[in-house]
Nanobody, 129 residues
């Protein structure tokens, strides 16, 4: 069982930067693929970024590519989402999510919410124009 707690959300002006973090509890963390998703008011939850358990592979939604960076520190059991050049359309609740442990590959990532078994409670990011 993994528990995820996001932090670091807040209000930022357009063009600014923000880093959100997700701390995991549990016996192990290093074999979990991690992802970030977001949900804006009145919209469906959408994929943002994912990172393999080794950190060697990442994948981003086209809408954030080049502006957002996902990273992880397995020793700290924490995954980060560094957001730059923020836009008002980035306003949403940001959720981190974890798969079950993956052992057969170090590069596996997934963009499907259905592949993630554990979810945090979310952190609000608001970008003002």
């Amino acid at each position: 069982q993994v528990q995820l707690v996001e932090s670091g959300g807040g209000l930022v002006q357009a063009g600014g930067s923000l880093r959100v973090s997700c701390a995991a509890s549990g016996r192990t963390f290093s074999n979990y693929v991690m992802g970030w998703f977001r949900q804006a008011p009145g919209k469906e939850r959408e994929f943002v970024a994912t990172i393999s358990w080794s950190g060697s592979s990442t994948y981003y939604a086209d809408s954030v590519k080049g502006r957002f960076t996902i990273s992880r520190d397995n020793a700290k059991k924490t995954v980060y989402l560094q957001m730059s050049s923020l836009r008002p359309e980035d306003t949403a609740v940001y959720y981190c999510a974890s798969t079950r442990p993956i052992y057969y590959t170090t590069t596996y990532t997934t963009t499907s919410a259905n592949d993630y078994d554990y979810w945090g409670q979310g952190t609000q990011v608001t970008v003002s124009s």
